[in-house]
């Protein structure tokens, strides 16, 4: 981000999944609002199998959840969030992969002070992102270990791959793809901005009690 906007916390970044909630067998708020409990400070909404009227509305009731304090972050559609944000939702940006729509057009669509954050894997996606005229505001590097979630994750980098190639991006970056709480104080070790992580939450028994894991682990790491 730049100018006087403050930096957004994505030390605990949450990857709201609304299919793994639902085998979970609650709600996407539902889950969203006990992690924010727990210690979560980003929120990212994912909703691969929405239709639009249907992402739209759940990014109004997680909106409706979240403090002030919590970005939400929509997960590939620029669309969903323009909608969202139109119908009162307070949307701070969006999250794309190398095959979406280009920073540049989601900048368009959403504004300077969007947050927009870019998946990356490998030093060339790094410097590119770097170089991004659309502004890349942080990068989400992965994965930290081979995960099923995501049918197109690159292999796992380990904690070391990982933080190796977040030691040369010059922009934030968030760790993502199988994380466990162990794994925090290391990623957080090597310079990472924050770990966002799905499944530990999304299909945990007591998502508020995951996310204090996470937030425990996150903050003993910078002992």
């Given at each position: 981000m730049t100018g006087a906007t403050p930096?957004?916390?994505?030390?605990?970044?949450?990857?709201?999944?609304?299919?793994?909630?639902?085998?979970?067998?609650?709600?996407?708020?539902?889950?969203?609002?006990a992690a924010v409990e727990g210690g979560v400070s980003a929120v990212q909404l994912r909703a691969k199998e929405a239709g639009t009227e249907e992402f739209i509305a759940l990014a109004l009731a997680v909106g409706r959840v979240l403090p002030g304090h919590v970005p939400l972050i929509i997960n590939d559609r620029v669309?969903?969030?323009?909608?969202?944000?139109e119908r009162g939702a307070q949307v701070s940006g969006v999250h794309v992969g190398q095959g979406d729509l280009a920073v540049e057009h989601v900048r368009r669509f959403l504004g300077a002070e969007a947050l927009v954050g870019l998946s990356a894997a490998t030093e060339a996606q790094l410097a590119a992102a770097r170089d991004h005229p659309g502004r890349v505001d942080y990068v989400g590097i992965g994965t930290v270990r081979a995960t099923g979630s995501k049918g197109d994750a690159p292999p796992g980098l380990g904690i070391a791959g990982l933080g190796r190639l977040a030691a040369g991006s010059p922009l934030p970056a968030v760790a993502?793809?199988?994380?466990?709480?162990?794994?925090?104080?290391?990623?957080?070790?090597?310079?990472l901005v924050g770990a966002a992580v799905l499944s530990w939450v999304c299909q945990a028994a007591d998502p508020r009690q995951a996310a204090q894991e996470l937030r425990s682990a996150w903050d003993q790491g910078a002992a």
């Open positions: 930096a957004p916390d994505l030390s605990v970044y949450l990857v709201a999944d609304a299919g793994q909630c639902a085998d979970a067998g609650r709600s996407v708020p539902e889950t969203v609002a669309d969903v969030a323009v909608e969202a944000r993502i793809g199988g994380i466990v709480p162990d794994d925090l104080p290391g990623l957080r070790g090597a310079g």
